[in-house]
Nanobody, 126 residues
């Protein structure tokens, strides 16, 4: 059974940092583009960032560009979302997702996803 397990969420003050991790059991991991999305209660799920299968390309939502960095370690079947300069509007449940493709990150961002994690809560206090 495929699993994506997010971790690293929590409570942080405005301007602080968090690093989210997603451990994936999809195989082969290096055949999957990966994405992060976030959702607040009562709203739809919004795209945050995507990374290509190799990690050579990344793509970000305008709202997080310059503050968030997405990376992956294919040897560890994991992706990492480093979030800096956090703002209260970044408060949401963050989800990791996988899509089987060898396309660039910009394409990954727009694809449908095959697998989703359960999410991890990020709360930024003002």
């Amino acid at each position: 059974q495929v699993q994506l397990v997010e971790s690293g969420g929590g409570l942080v003050q405005t301007g602080g940092s968090l690093r989210l991790s997603c451990a994936a059991s999809v195989r082969p991991f290096n055949s999957y583009g990966m994405g992060w999305f976030r959702q607040v209660p009562g709203k739809g799920r919004d795209f945050v960032a995507a990374i290509s299968w190799s990690g050579r390309s990344t793509y970000y939502a305008d709202s997080v560009k310059g503050r968030f960095t997405l990376s992956r370690d294919n040897a560890k079947n994991s992706v990492y979302l480093q979030m800096n300069s956090l703002k209260p509007e970044d408060t949401a449940v963050y989800y990791c997702a996988a899509t089987r493709t060898l396309a660039s990150a910009e394409v990954v961002a727009r694809r449908g996803y095959d697998y989703w994690g359960q999410g991890t809560q990020v709360t930024v206090s003002s």
